[in-house]
């Protein structure tokens, strides 16, 4: 009976070592992935304010950063991976909305409809997004060291009641602004009759993500007012996970 005992206390010591080692190198990839992204969104601001102040226009200011902005951008989508095989404990539904819309507004609109690169709407949502994430990455790096300065918890909790709508309106504009390019060029769309015998029109799909804000907004716009009550004000809330 102590035998079987002492091997039960053995197998406990032997799992609880893996589970230690198995986050200890989860610890160190997130904070390796935060202190990359943090690095990476402060390059674009710096080069978005040196732009400005060298030539004195927005004009132009796209095209400078666009390869440093849609690489990690799209890097982004490793954190939909850490949703998905729990490294974090975040919905990978709000993930995934959040991350690809913003990818989906780098690649198939303000990268592919070069007419709108000027606009400034781009400027907008550029500044919104950047300032976000290098408060939201800064958070999470100093989180996971432990040692997370006020200022940064505070600014990551209160910025976005500002950043975040103007983030939209920038977004809804460069779109808005992209439906007569693409409406005459009849760019990503595909007219029957075809080979595969599929018709998609990419200038109705704009339009149907542009109507897709009203629903998806209040939504995620709530669920970071909740996080926001529960990280500075201690509130215990329950979340479903759509």
């Not at 909305?97 to 990268?111: A, D, G």
């Not at 060029?185 to 109705?204: C, E, G, H, Q």
């Not at 109507?211 to 995620?220: A, E, G, K, R, V």
Request: hydrophobic content about 45%.
């Amino acid at each position: 009976m102590a035998s079987g005992e002492e091997e039960s206390s053995v197998e406990e010591k032997e799992n609880n070592n893996k589970r230690r080692t198995k986050s200890a190198i989860a610890t160190a990839w997130l904070t390796f992935y935060n202190i990359a992204m943090t690095a990476g969104w402060l390059v674009l601001a710096v080069a978005m304010a040196r732009f400005y102040l060298q030539r004195g226009t927005h004009k132009g200011l796209y095209k400078s950063i666009s390869r440093t902005l849609k690489f990690f951008q799209t890097f982004a989508l490793l954190e939909v991976g850490h949703c998905a095989i729990g490294m974090i404990r975040t919905s990978v539904i709000v993930t995934g909305v959040q991350v690809c819309s913003r990818i989906f507004m780098v690649w198939f609109v303000t990268s592919s409809i070069k007419q709108v690169q000027n606009e400034e709407s781009v400027v907008l949502f550029l500044g919104a997004w950047t300032l976000t994430e290098i408060f939201r990455y800064s958070y999470y790096t100093f989180n996971l060291l432990h040692h997370l300065p006020y200022f940064i918890k505070w600014a990551r909790y209160n910025l976005f009641i500002v950043l975040y709508p103007l983030g939209v309106i920038g977004e809804l504009m460069t779109i808005y602004a992209a439906l007569p390019y693409v409406r005459k060029s009849a760019m990503f769309s595909m007219r029957l009759p075809n080979k595969y015998n599929v018709s998609f029109d990419y200038y109705i799909f704009l339009i149907l993500v542009m109507l897709s804000y009203i629903p998806l907004f209040p939504q995620l716009f709530l669920h970071m007012l909740r996080q926001r009550r529960r990280v500075l004000h201690g509130e215990v809330i329950v979340e479903k996970d759509d």
